[in-house]
């Protein structure tokens, strides 16, 4: 949950957070090489007995980062090594690599955390919105994409993020996003394709913005536009793509009066073509009283026993103060659940 003190009132709670969510993009506390960030688990509430499942998927273990001013603002989520390690984007033009520590099958913490600059997005201390890095992507030569918003641009990175990027090709529209509605989820498809989600304007139209690769991507006529239609209220913030071809979508919902959730819903693979309308179908909310915080990256990972595991990772927009780094396993079986009620 979000570590509000529970004396403020709702109101005055969820003023704070807009104040905080307007400016975590403008930290930038200074960072090295090798991180001492703690990590402990976290129950996923504090009622009892606690959940086993949460919506179609079982909880397998959450963890809270803390303890470094230099590990927060993660706004991307990649998972490697088969699950072993993990790559994540902060919203300061860095990123977080670690590796993940399971006993039993749960998540129980992160280890050998190390912090890197990206190279080629202007100065550090320069214009904030310049190194507002997203979302990342991994790819099969052991490179990386990481879209940016603010100047809204995708680059793509050498192996290690050693060496100077080389920016793609934007499709017509991408450019002219709202200042912080940019494409804060982007995934590749196993077919090479690549799909962006624009986070778009808080207008509360459930209809986003979203554009889909053909293959090779050569310039912006390569790019299709579709639209995506959130649930309403919310905005996407990630998406992941499935060995299928399916689509898990991380939704956020934030207003002055309900605070914040989030959901996660699967998109199929063959209703992403240009020109389509896409809706996914809700597979879990995540809402009070359950662990909830700024959910903004999401990471799925084939399992041991033919599940799927999918991270999901807050954004804490380096305030500390009204704000946790929370990073969180669920599982997805390999045949359909019942849903549980109520989550």
């Known amino acids: 949950m979000i570590r509000i003190p529970s004396l403020l009132p709702r109101r005055r709670a969820a003023a704070l957070l807009i104040g905080m969510l307007a400016a975590g993009a403008c930290a930038d506390p200074s960072g090295g090489a090798e ?22 998927f079982e909880f397998r273990g959450a963890v809270e980062l803390s303890g470094d001013p230099a590990v927060g603002g993660l706004s991307g989520l990649a998972i490697t090594d ?10 300061v033009g860095r990123v977080v690599l670690g590796r993940l520590r399971h006993e039993n099958g749960r998540l129980v913490g992160v280890a050998d955390l190390r ?50 990027p080389t920016p793609l090709p934007l499709a017509v529209g991408m450019a002219d996003l709202p200042l912080n509605g940019g494409m804060e989820a982007l995934t590749r498809l196993p077919d090479g ?4 989600l624009a986070e ?5 139209v459930p209809e986003r913005r979203a554009w889909i690769s053909r293959v090779p991507l050569k310039g912006a006529g390569d790019w299709g536009a579709l639209t995506y239609r959130a649930a309403p209220g919310f905005r996407p913030t990630g998406a992941t ?5 399916d689509v898990l979508v991380l939704e956020r919902y934030f207003s002055m009066l309900g605070g914040l959730a989030a959901r996660i819903a699967r998109v199929p693979g063959t209703a992403l073509v240009p020109g389509a309308v ?3 179908e809700e597979l879990a909310r995540i809402q009070p009283p359950l662990l909830l915080d700024n959910y903004e990256g999401i990471a799925a990972v084939p399992g041991p026993a033919g599940e799927t595991l999918v991270y999901v990772v807050s954004d804490d927009n380096f305030n500390t103060t009204l704000q946790r780094t929370y990073l969180l396993l669920l599982a997805l079986p390999d045949r359909p659940l019942a849903q549980a009620p109520g989550r």
């Open 278 to 280: 896409v809706e996914g």
């Open 193 to 196: 394709r690549l799909l962006a």
């Open 82 to 91: 088969g699950g072993r390690q993990f790559v994540a984007v902060e919203d």
């Open 241 to 245: 793509a499935l060995p299928n071809g």
């Open 35 to 56: 991180r001492r960030a703690a990590s402990h688990p976290m129950p996923l509430t504090r009622e009892a007995p606690e959940p086993e499942r949460i919506g179609a």
């Open 115 to 164: 912090v890197k600059g990206l190279p080629g997005i202007g100065p550090r201390h320069g214009r904030a919105r310049e190194n507002d890095s997203e979302e990342i992507v991994a790819l099969p030569d052991g490179g990386w994409l990481i879209s940016f918003e603010g100047r809204h641009r995708i680059l793509r990175y050498p192996p290690g993020f050693d060496g100077e």
């Open 200 to 204: 778009g304007p808080d207008d509360g």
